[in-house]
């Protein structure tokens, strides 16, 4: 009878445990402050974190910083300072607009964290267990800004192939990975998991580049020192790449119960340039060392600055702490979101960015909130009215909730965007062809009122993701509880009888570009 009790206890306790999801961001390398482009992958995962905690789901949101290497160690020298130095100054630079941008991670790893350290060592161990590791010489040309190794024949007249930048020519006693063991393992690992590789438009690359053989991976470097000691020779650190990998797990505490629990990662975001390192050396690494494989790496495209590669000698880094001074977070939250389809490359230009806040945010939304909460104070007495008449926007509502998740299921951002907004001009059409200031019918009125803020609260919901400030003060101009999970999206919650309380405008037209004036 005990033992019944008990089960059945374990069973509902299963039940109710959430489904979990684990999501990372490249960590950042810390040679310079973050831009734009940082930005945009941080603003994208914490999207997907918000609206994976909206469904209940147990999130870990990962992110970090990337801190050791020959890239650090130059600009360090160049600065005349120590490494470390440098880290410990820049660091706090990316926590600052991580906290100004709204990101919600639940953990920032640092890579000189001791426990990352010990976490990298336990891992390599594993690999050269498993007789994936052995000493040689390597001989070709690295890119100290990408912290990557190319052979004379991927050199394109003599650059880098991925940045263009002059590579040096490196001729050392190096640790090699068995990379090329792994091109069967990985080949079939892609067939049977279509998805790992995303946008699709990405998969052919990887696939036929590892189709076509795959050179073993030098893995340690002896010619500079700061970085991770390679456990089996202590003249030899460990190549950045390979220690950066590994923060995803140690992040995690491995090998205890918060690794037990979130491994693997349901989804690793970057930009494009940095997917071979995720879809072929990590996955191989994780094979030999006997983990699990992460659930899918997705790609987003680059963006440029009007026309411009974003690069420290044209001085072009648009720095995200001006523009969301003069914008606000959610405005250049909106803007990159709603801009570039979620994949593809984009440019960035203030006019751009101002023509999105004048049109989208003040003309479409802020304009439906304010006259909606002008009208209920006008007419009902500054509170939701009653009513149980619906107008086609509850449909046009329905409708636009299931799209809008749909979409931001397939991180199709702009497209969900483009819904929440699309219902957004439908309410203000509502109104305009309902003229409820014309109106005799206190029912017919109230009916107007209730549907156009009822509509409000649900496109606050929907946005809550993308736009979590504006989100909440709709919240509190509206005065429905600040409680933004999936299933309050439903049609008809909000309660006849709420105060609204009207304050500000949400957004402000700006009048002329601003910035880099
Ligand atoms: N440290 C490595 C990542 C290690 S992950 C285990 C690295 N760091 S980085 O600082 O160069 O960051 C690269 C990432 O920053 C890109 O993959 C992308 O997420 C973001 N972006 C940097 N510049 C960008 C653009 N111009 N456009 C879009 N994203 C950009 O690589």
Redesign the pocket.
């Known amino acids: 009878m005990a033992d019944k009790k008990a089960a059945a206890k374990r069973k509902s306790a299963k039940k109710s445990e959430k489904k979990k999801f684990y999501l990372t961001?490249?960590?950042?390398?810390?040679n310079d402050v973050p831009?734009?482009?940082?930005s945009?992958?941080m603003i994208a995962a914490d999207i997907l974190a918000r609206w994976h905690r909206m469904k209940e789901e147990d999130v870990f949101f990962l992110t970090g910083t990337?801190e050791h290497g020959e890239k650090i160690q130059t600009a360090a020298d160049k600065r005349g300072v120590t490494p470390q130095q440098l880290v410990d100054e820049i660091v706090p630079k990316f926590k600052e607009v991580w906290k100004l941008l709204n990101i919600s991670n639940n953990f920032f790893i640092r890579t000189t964290d001791s426990f990352h350290e010990q976490t990298v060592k336990k891992i390599i161990e594993l690999i050269h267990k498993n007789g994936d590791i052995y000493k040689g010489e390597y001989e070709g040309w690295y890119c100290v800004p990408?912290?990557t190794f190319w052979t004379e024949l991927q050199l394109v007249d003599g650059k880098c192939p991925e940045c263009g930048r002059e590579v040096k020519k490196l001729k050392e006693e190096t640790y090699f990975f068995k990379l090329s063991k792994y091109q069967n393992s990985l080949l079939e690992f892609y067939e049977n998991n279509s998805d790992f590789i995303s946008p699709d438009y990405r998969k052919n690359e990887i696939l036929n580049r590892v189709k076509e053989g795959l050179n073993d991976l030098s893995i340690t470097r002896k010619a500079f020192k700061w970085g991770i000691e390679f456990p089996f020779d202590k003249n030899h650190v460990i190549y950045?790449?390979v220690e950066?990998?590994i923060?995803?797990i140690s992040a995690l505490e491995y090998p205890g119960k918060k690794f037990k629990k979130y491994w693997p990662p349901d989804l690793h975001?970057?930009?494009?340039?940095?997917i071979w390192?995720?879809t072929v050396i990590w996955p191989a690494m994780l094979m030999s060392a006997g983990l699990e494989l992460p659930k899918k790496i997705f790609?987003?495209?680059?963006?440029?600055v009007e026309g411009k590669?974003?690069s420290k000698s044209l001085g072009n880094a648009v720095n995200p702490l001006d523009v969301v001074k003069m914008y606000g977070a959610d405005s250049f939250r909106y803007f990159l979101m709603r801009e570039v389809s979620f994949g593809m490359?984009g440019d960035y230009s203030e006019q751009v960015l101002m023509n999105r806040v004048n049109s989208d945010l003040a003309d479409n939304l802020g304009n439906l909130v304010n006259r909606s909460l002008v009208l209920a104070e006008k007419y009902s007495g500054g509170a939701v009215p009653k009513t149980d008449k619906k107008s086609f926007l509850a449909e046009k509502s329905e409708e636009t909730i299931k799209k809008a998740s749909e979409y931001l299921e397939e991180l199709k951002f702009h497209r969900a965007l483009e819904s929440i907004f699309s219902l957004s001009s439908d309410a203000n059409r509502y109104i305009n062809e309902s003229e409820p200031w014309k109106m005799k019918d206190r029912k017919e009125l109230d009916a107007v009122i209730y549907n156009a803020l009822e509509t409000i609260r649900i496109i606050s919901i929907l946005l809550y993701p993308f736009m979590p400030q504006t989100a909440e003060r709709i919240a509190e101009q509206i005065g429905f509880e600040k409680d933004f999970s999936e299933k309050r999206l439903k049609w008809g919650l909000l309660k006849a009888g709420t105060k609204v309380n009207r304050g500000d405008v949400l957004f402000r037209k700006v009048m002329k570009v601003n910035l880099g004036e």
């Open positions: 961001t490249p960590i950042f390398y810390v831009h734009i482009g940082h945009y992958t990337d990408d912290e950045v790449w950066a990998l923060n995803y975001l970057m930009a494009k340039e940095i390192f995720h790609a987003h495209g680059w963006w440029t590669k974003i490359d």
